[in-house]
């Protein structure tokens, strides 16, 4: 099991790679902070494609950390965050770096705690974004 401070590490050694392009970290024991190690190395990274968290315990915290990162990032297409603890405030953070951001092609939000409200905002928010897929 990768933890907080494997995540630490790895995205240590990721920083100067041009390399890597899909990143599966699924099923592993990555919190909040093991999520803002990785919006760190996904504002600097221009390689990276995919990146699978699903499975993991980022919750609200960790979803306003990558979010942050995916309004900066340029090149990742499909981002899952499927059965992550996930709630309103999280899910909304996402959405509204989606609206600005035209890499991302997919992005899994499927299992979390998100309320059909909050969807079913977030659908109209994106509206204007027909290349991004959500899974719920």
Aim: aromatic content about 6%; glycine content about 8%; proline content about 0%.
């Amino acid at each position: 099991m990768i933890t907080d401070e494997g995540v630490k590490y790895l995205t240590d050694a990721l920083q100067n790679n041009s390399t890597l392009m899909y990143l599966y970290l699924h099923y592993n024991e990555i919190s909040e902070e093991g999520a803002k190690y990785l919006s760190q190395l996904l504002e600097k990274n221009g390689t990276l494609v995919e990146l699978n968290l699903c499975g993991n315990s980022i919750g609200d915290k960790g979803a306003q950390y990558l979010a942050q990162a995916l309004a900066k990032n340029e090149t990742l297409t499909m981002m899952d965050l499927g059965s992550n603890g996930i709630g309103d405030e999280g899910a909304k953070h996402i959405a509204k770096c989606l609206q600005n951001n035209k890499a991302l092609e997919a992005m899994k939000l499927y299992i979390n705690e998100i309320s059909a409200q909050t969807i079913e905002e977030i659908k109209q928010i994106l509206k204007t974004n027909e290349k991004l897929t959500i899974t719920w």
